[in-house]
Nanobody, 119 residues
Framework: QVQLVESGGGLVQAGGSLRLSCAAS????????MGWFRQAPGKERERVAR????????YYADSVKGRFTISRDNAKNTVYLQMNRLEPEDTAVYYC????????????WGQGTQVTVSS
């Protein structure tokens, strides 16, 4: 079955950086767009970034554009989210997800990793 395991979360001061990783198994990773989402307490889940199968196309939410970078290594079945200039508003649980290539629905999700940014 498909498994996604996120890592790299933690506590960081405002202005700092973190790099999240998401290791995928149980699927042909290079066939799927991948996304990063986040959910803060009391807020709706927000799509943060998406990357195409080859990595040639990316999308970012306005709230993270210019600070976050999504990338992938298809040889390692891993997608990354480099987060720079972190702000307290970035505090959330971050999830990676697999985007279905037929209907665009994000069908498989990881367990999430907590990111906490202190001011």
């Amino acid at each position: 079955q498909v498994q996604l395991v996120e890592s790299g979360g933690g506590l960081v001061q405002a202005g700092g950086s973190l790099r999240l990783s998401c290791a995928a198994s149980g699927l042909t990773f290079s066939n799927y767009d991948m996304g990063w989402f986040r959910q803060a307490p009391g807020k709706e889940r927000e799509r943060v970034a998406r990357i195409s199968t080859s990595g040639g196309s990316t999308y970012y939410a306005d709230s993270v554009k210019g600070r976050f970078t999504i990338s992938r290594d298809n040889a390692k079945n891993t997608v990354y989210l480099q987060m720079n200039r972190l702000e307290p508003e970035d505090t959330a649980v971050y999830y990676c997800a697999v985007r279905d290539r037929y209907d665009g629905v994000y069908r498989y999700w990881g367990q999430g990793t907590q990111v906490t940014v202190s001011s």
